[in-house]
């Protein structure tokens, strides 16, 4: 395969639109090259399934936590009590289906990783046997979690915005958006990344070098995400297309070799 790197589209339009076709050519790959389309599959199944359930523990959840805080009102105020019922529904459902899909489907990652690895002859990590295997499927479950950590802080550090009105609500919408988009570049370049060793700071650090090509990867897994049908293959088609931009940041020298690599260098 021969590397479309970013550097050699200097500009940061060029740049923005080569990180955006990223997670669509990987959605292309992931539904049409035989070993990817297994595991997408199979990530498919699991992200439905987990939806399916996050769907009926809200729908059962939902209306005694809040009966419990607030008494269903008789007349015109049953109303309000029920658009906010379905309003939590609304926000939980969101919330969860951007942040449990990935977690769930964790030990998918690193297959899907490989196998998008072999099919384009790219370099995979040095192999140390099952027990290197179980450290990296424990490691990226790990990291999944910590990542959908880092989400949750995110927002909730931009959540007073929304308590303002006129501008806050805008502020906390533009804002929560950027932050959504350049954490699902982190979450999804880092699965790729897990494989070779990197280290948060590090893909972090790689994120922040590469803003123009991040910021179309991540506007198009956003998009990605609000399209119906097309949304429950999101994760593998991101992970595809992450595993492609990975690959050609570190042949551009955009990222800097792990501290795993520099200990196997030594």
């Not at 790197?5 to 790959?29: E, V």
């Not at 072999?118 to 290197?132: E, K, N, S």
């Not at 699902?184 to 803003?211: H, I, Q, T």
Request: charged content about 10%; proline content about 8%.
């Amino acid at each position: 395969m021969e590397l479309r790197t970013p550097l050699a589209r200097p500009a940061p339009a060029l740049q923005f639109g080569h990180g955006f076709l990223l997670p669509l050519r990987g959605l292309r790959l992931s539904l049409t090259v035989p070993a990817l389309r297994r595991w997408t599959l199979a990530t498919v199944a699991l992200t439905v399934a987990t939806l399916a359930a996050l769907l009926v523990g809200l729908a059962l959840g939902i209306r005694p936590v809040l009966e419990s805080l607030w008494t269903r009102p008789a007349g015109s105020g049953a109303i309000l009590w029920d658009a906010t019922m379905i309003a939590l529904l609304v926000v939980g459902f969101l919330a969860g289906a951007l942040t449990l899909p990935p977690v769930v489907t964790a030990p998918l990652a690193d297959p899907l990783v490989a196998a998008t690895e072999r099919h384009f002859g790219l370099p995979g990590p040095a192999h140390g046997g099952l027990g290197q295997l179980a450290a990296e499927t424990a490691g990226g479950l790990a990291k999944a979690i910590l990542r959908v950590g880092l989400l949750a802080c995110g927002h909730a550090l931009l959540l007073p915005l929304w308590l303002l009105p006129g501008p806050g609500h805008f502020a906390w919408t533009a804002l929560s958006v950027t932050w959504t988009i350049f954490w699902l570049v982190f979450e999804y370049l880092d699965l790729p990344a897990n494989r070779f060793g990197y280290r948060f700071g590090e893909v972090a650090k790689a994120v922040r070098g590469n803003l123009a090509v991040a910021a179309g990867f991540g506007a198009a897994v956003y998009l990605l995400l609000w399209v119906p049908v097309l949304n429950t293959v999101f994760i593998p088609a991101a992970t595809v297309g992450a595993t492609l931009l990975f690959h050609e940041l570190r042949t551009a020298g955009r990222i800097a070799p792990s501290l795993r690599d520099d200990e196997r260098i030594r």
